[in-house]
């Protein structure tokens, strides 16, 4: 057989995998074949979810386990050299591995993406791993910590996670960043992505290289700092303390505090006790809070302690007149988004269901002198969406809301945590009755059921560990406005509800970074946002999914909103440079009634008791394959994506026929975000084949059940040419064809079940068709004969 007629796979294994090693590279240790780097995006479509590819090299060579070189993209040999060349180069660009190579079996071609530069090398010229990695510190001008900090290893035990590629990627860079001697680094990942872990392992390898001897990881609530020491941080173990009552001990290497717990009056903060030279490193979590703002607690801090290097890590980074990430940090060191963790299947997918009230969308003005519930005189005007629940309150609209939210748990899974976003604590404290009233079955098997969690209530705050927590069943609903919007690591949040006006961008993607964390072993596979005021229109605003523009000069006359906390959101927890005296999490300071003004009685709310609200529309929007929300209807969506790939039923009929496997069709419109199953599901028609669902949505063709089509084999009677018990084969293959669809009867798989072993061995039963080919013809011309079945 000459070279031409070879698979890649003989291409790779007959001469591609013996030139790697043959040149040293470890079979074992060193060469990752077929490399999966993405976990496959999740498609959701209605209830129902699958997993598309995920993207996967031929060959990654590492010459460490943290540090891949070399990219290899095989093809056969009726291809040239190069033909995988681009292919590899977007894969390494997304790695981080700056070679790449591309072969055929004749030879190889390189290209360095340090320098540029492309040759050819012929098989036996395959660089040695030594080589490569001599050439590399060549390329790039390693200095010795440079060198010392590369080849450090991660840390790793049987139990501890290995890091994904994105991971490995921001940890390398960040910690080639700090060798080389940049003093401010900035890293923005989603929420839900490991940011926690990624900077437990810049640290650890940092520490272990001897490059960084004292370090300070700060963080603003106590809930960051216990679930760090506890779970990431933990293999630091007696070298780690957590800083409490102000009080700092020299003997550490790794501390751990609130910045509240450091901060202090004006030259009596406890950070004092230490010189200004004692750290080396402090990494700051959710560095998009205090520490972006020139005039924070935070950068008194940091400004004594200039001298160490500054890591700065959030989801996301704050940039207005008053605030700037990359003004203090420098622009990112690296990026992970939520559109790049949703594609690459490391995060959540999630659709949106719009909710109008009428209230909302037409507003609502009293009459002169109108009162409210209390004796208060309403003010004359129109009131809309941003003054519900935070001047005036329709109460009929709390319960709407409520409704609503507890239908929606009722359609899905009444016990799908559940994090309802409200105005204030007044409004929380409001909801969480109406919420009590709609599940009074639920709320009397469990009170925690549902439960107030905000900044005032300590028993709410008590059960914040529970929600968390994805073996606890309780609390099932947890109403709050700002405690949990960041922070809290919520893996198992099913549904957000929003019923907050929402204006910071900052924050909205706090709150949306609260489901987007995947728990599959739990069957968290994605997460659902009940919409009530509209604040999903910012998923459209391209700063959703990117880094904000530098801060530019505005105007006076320019409106100006603390940054993650919009002028109308300020009324619950403590802004970000408040301190509490005990350096706990934020405590909100006074507690506000929200009934009356200070000074002369007024209310801060009106409360209206006798005004009727409606829903005026419902919308549900899912993501596509681009990551933008669709608000097509499923059916719609469907028949479009299927138009895409074949415009007309004479492209899909030819493919369907020639396909070797009728599933590879149906993976690739899956692969496009099509769910066949999902589209059965909202049309009823659970009975009804793949292929006929596809020609009567694109081509409007008349479908056949999947039964209607296996009746209609049997009675054209083809079968009775084969032996009987190939006959007897070839029915009982029918039969699962009419259960399970065209993919059960393509796999040689199915001769294993139940059904066929009265029959034989599935050795006996390809043996009765003359073999594995007569076996693979029959089955190939009994799909003609379904397909032709009318």
Known sequence: ??????????????????????????????????????????????????????????????????????????????????????????????????????????????????????????????????????????DKGLSETEEKALLEPYYYDRNYKTPRYYQRVAINRTVDAVAKGQDRVLLVSATGTGKTFMTFQMIYRLWKAGIKKKILFVADR???????????????????????????????????????????????????????????LIVIDECHRGSAKEDSNWRK?????????????????VETNEASSVSYFGEPIYEYSLKQGIDDGFLAPYKVIRVGLDRDLEGYRPESGKQDKYGFEIEDREYNVKDYDRQLVIEDRTKVVAKKITEFL????????????????????RMRQALINENKDLYTKDSRYIMRITGDNAEGKSQLDNFIDEESTYPVIAVTSKLMTTGVDAKMCRVIALDNSISSMTEFKQIIGRGTRLLEEYGKTHFSILDFRNASRLFADPAFDGTPEAVQDVSNEDEMSEPGVSEEDESEDTPPDHTTNDGGDFEGGTEDTGFFEDDDEEPKKYFVGDVKVEVLSERVQYLDKDGKLITESLVDYTKKNILEQYA????????????????????????????????????????????????????????????ERAENVKK???????????????????????????????????????????????????????????????????????????
């Open 1 to 138: 057989m000459g070279k031409s007629q070879l698979s890649e796979e003989d291409i790779k294994a007959r001469y591609i995998t013996p030139a790697v090693t043959q040149s040293g590279w470890d079979l074992q240790k060193q060469i990752r074949f077929e490399y999966s780097f993405t976990a496959g995006r999740i498609i959701l479509r209605g209830n129902l979810t699958a997993r598309g590819k995920p993207k996967r090299a031929d060959y990654v060579l590492f010459y460490k386990n943290n540090f891949p070189l070399a990219i290899i993209e095989a093809k056969d040999n009726n291809h040239s050299i190069g033909s995988g060349l681009q292919q590899g180069i977007d894969y390494a660009e997304i790695l981080d591995v700056p070679y790449v190579y591309s072969s055929n079996g004749d030879a190889f071609v390189e290209q360095n993406l340090i320098t540029g530069e492309v040759r050819e090398l012929m098989l036996d010229e395959f660089p040695s791993p030594d080589e490569l990695y001599n050439r590399y510190r060549y």
């Open 222 to 280: 106590n809930v960051l700092v216990d679930q760090t020491m506890t779970g990431d941080f933990k293999p630091f173990q007696n070298k780690m303390t957590k800083i409490t009552n102000k009080q700092l001990d020299s003997s550490y290497e790794i501390y751990l505090g609130l910045y509240q717990q450091l901060s202090g009056d004006d030259g009596e903060e406890a950070f004092r006790q230490f010189q200004p030279n004692f750290f080396d």
């Open 301 to 317: 801090l940091l400004d004594y302690f200039s001298n160490a290097t500054h890591i700065g890590c959030t989801a996301t980074p």
């Open 410 to 429: 009722k359609k899905t899974d009444r016990y799908s945590k559940t994090i309802v976003f409200c105005v204030d604590i007044e409004h929380a404290e």
């Open 648 to 707: 007309n039923l004479d492209d899909f009929l030819r493919s369907w026929t020639n396909a070797d496997k009728k599933q590879a069709i149906i993976d690739e419109l899956q692969d496009g975000g099509v769910l066949l199953d999902a589209v059965r599901e909202e049309l009823g028609q659970p009975g009804l084949d793949d292929f006929d669902l596809i020609c009567h949505l694109a081509y409007d063709k008349p479908p056949l059940t999947k039964q």
């Open 716 to 790: 054209k009677g083809y079968i009775y040419e084969y032996s009987e018990t190939a006959q007897y084969v070839l029915e009982a293959l029918l039969d699962k064809y009419a259960d399970d669809g065209i993919k059960e009867i393509e796999d040689t798989k199915v001769l294993q079940l139940k059904e066929f072993a009265k029959i034989g061995s599935p050795l006996k039963i390809v043996n009765e068709f003359g073999g594995k080919s007569g076996y693979k013809k029959a089955v190939k011309e009994l799909e003609n004969e379904i397909y032709d079945a009318q």
